[in-house]
């Protein structure tokens, strides 16, 4: 069975610096893996997702996560960090050739001002 | 706003009685997931529709179950309630590619 983890619940950062999210995941076969951010009392909005190719993913609001097969992580970046970031961040993975979603238990952003 | 439509927002009932929870997925998106939001569980898969069949099933008690019907909408139908049902319970939907789209989610909050 597939499982991800994200070993921080909390993450805090000043606004204009570097953040990270980070996430591992297990797995059988090639991994499919997404991130998703959830903002207060709102649904999950989807971020970017790997599926195959460059190990670089660039996906929505400046966001990009790094495939990192050796270590099976694929954490959560971004060069700059704003104010507006502060969500609930959900990694997630599903094996290929599966089309059910396993969550990790999401990690808090705090930027501060 | 992701296309996938929620309803009702909010949901206040009792213990031991029924509630059924509607999502229309995306505009020719062909399957349906349904997740339960919980702070001690987290976000759990429950069941999956494709286009009204079947096709898998998670963490899904016995009291609850789901349809999807022709017009591609589905229902969560939970019943004999128990406080420990509170939660956010949010669809997806998606079509032939990767990636699911959220709805707004219904928070159920049983008393």
């Known amino acids: 069975a597939q499982s991800v983890a994200q070993p921080e619940d909390q993450v805090n950062v000043a606004e204009g610096n570097p953040l990270t999210v980070k996430c591992t995941y297990s797995?059988?076969?090639?991994?499919?893996l997404f991130w998703y951010v959830q903002y207060p009392n709102r649904g999950l909005q989807f971020l970017l997702k790997?599926?195959?190719?460059?190990?670089l993913v660039k996906g929505s609001y400046g966001f990009e996560a790094e495939f990192n097969k050796s270590q099976t992580s694929f954490h959560l970046k971004k060069p700059s960090a704003l104010v507006s970031d502060s969500a609930l961040y959900f990694c997630?993975?599903?094996?290929?050739?599966?089309?059910?979603?396993?969550f990790g238990k999401g990690t808090m952003l705090l930027v501060s001002p | 706003d992701s296309g996938v439509t929620q309803t009702p927002k909010h949901l206040i009932t009792a213990t031991g009685q029924r509630v059924t929870l509607r999502c229309s997925p995306r505009?020719?998106?062909?399957?349906v997931y349904w997740y339960q939001q919980s702070l001690d569980q987290g976000l759990q898969f429950l069941i999956q529709?494709?286009?009204?069949?079947?096709?898998a099933k998670g963490n899904i008690l016995e009291r609850f179950s789901a349809q999807q019907f022709p017009d591609l909408h589905s229902e969560l139908n939970l019943s004999s309630l128990e406080l420990g049902d509170s939660a956010l319970y949010f669809c997806?939907?998606?079509?032939?590619?990767?990636?699911?789209?959220f709805g707004p989610g219904t928070r159920l909050l049983v008393l």
């Open positions: 505009s020719g998106d062909l399957s």
């Open positions: 797995v059988s076969g090639n991994p499919y």
């Open positions: 790997y599926i195959t190719g460059d190990n």
């Open positions: 529709y494709y286009n009204g069949e079947e096709r």
């Open positions: 997630a993975v599903r094996p290929s050739g599966y089309s059910t979603l396993t």
């Open positions: 997806a939907s998606s079509d032939q590619g990767e990636t699911q789209y």
